[in-house]
């Protein structure tokens, strides 16, 4: 199975923007790049996803990696309610999602 | 609701006793996952269905366990002689096409084994 590395932390600060890494140097030619997120006491939470191209929603934008080892999520102002846990997972198509730890992250006023 | 129901919320099940542990995905979602997570730990991929076939079960920690979506919308999650380790959040999570789409989970199912 490919595996994603991320810090077990981070700190931000409120409406600052909030870089997260995730490194997949195995990753394959195929494998899509997902990030959730899980707020205390509830299921995880889509945020975004992307292949190759650099991807951007309401939530957060997406950077890839030319060479698509490593990957970023960008929260472009911190709230309050975006402390969570962020998870970055490799998936293939017609195949299982698996997290890992993910990173913690803690946004403070 | 238009979002993944998991029921029950809470289970409390003494050891050795079977349970089931029930998931309606959003309607027309042909994949549908389900995981276990642990406190303070992240959702352990347990098996993976596309409509009703079971593609991925490499998850299930024993043979206790088991996962069925006959008709390719309800799945259940049976845990046969539970045991204690079996405490944990059990979640669903149901996408419309493949894994590769935005996936919505429900907010599981909280069993505690005494």
């Known amino acids: 199975d490919a595996k994603t590395t991320q810090p077990n932390s981070m700190e931000s600060n409120e409406e600052e923007p909030v870089h997260l890494p995730c490194n997949h140097s195995?990753?394959?030619?195929?494998?899509?790049i997902h990030w959730y997120r899980q707020l205390p006491s509830q299921g995880p939470e889509y945020v975004i996803h992307g292949l190759t191209s650099n991807v951007n929603n309401r939530m957060a934008s997406l950077a890839i990696a030319e060479d698509r080892k490593s990957s970023t999520l960008i929260l472009h102002r911190a709230t309050l309610r975006d402390a969570a846990v962020y998870y970055c997972i490799l998936g293939e198509v017609n195949n299982d999602m698996r997290f890992g730890a993910g990173t913690r992250l803690t946004v403070k006023p | 609701g238009a979002g993944v129901s998991q029921s029950p919320r809470y289970k409390v099940a003494k050891r050795g006793q079977d349970v089931a542990l029930r998931c309606d995905p959003i309607?027309?979602?042909?994949?549908l996952f389900w995981y276990q997570q642990a406190l303070g730990q992240g959702p352990e991929f347990l098996t993976y269905?596309?409509?009703?076939?079971?593609?991925?079960k490499s998850g299930l920690p024993s043979d206790r366990f088991f996962a069925e979506r006959p008709e390719g919308s309800v799945s259940t999650l049976k845990i046969q002689r539970t045991q204690q380790e079996d405490s944990a959040v059990y979640l669903c999570?149901?996408?419309?096409?493949?894994?590769?789409?935005?996936?919505?989970f429900g907010q599981g199912t909280r069993l505690t084994v005494v």
């Open positions: 999570a149901s996408s419309l096409r493949d894994s590769n789409t935005e996936a919505f």
């Open positions: 269905f596309q409509n009703e076939a079971q593609l991925d």
């Open positions: 309607s027309g979602h042909v994949s």
């Open positions: 195995t990753i394959s030619g195929t494998d899509y």
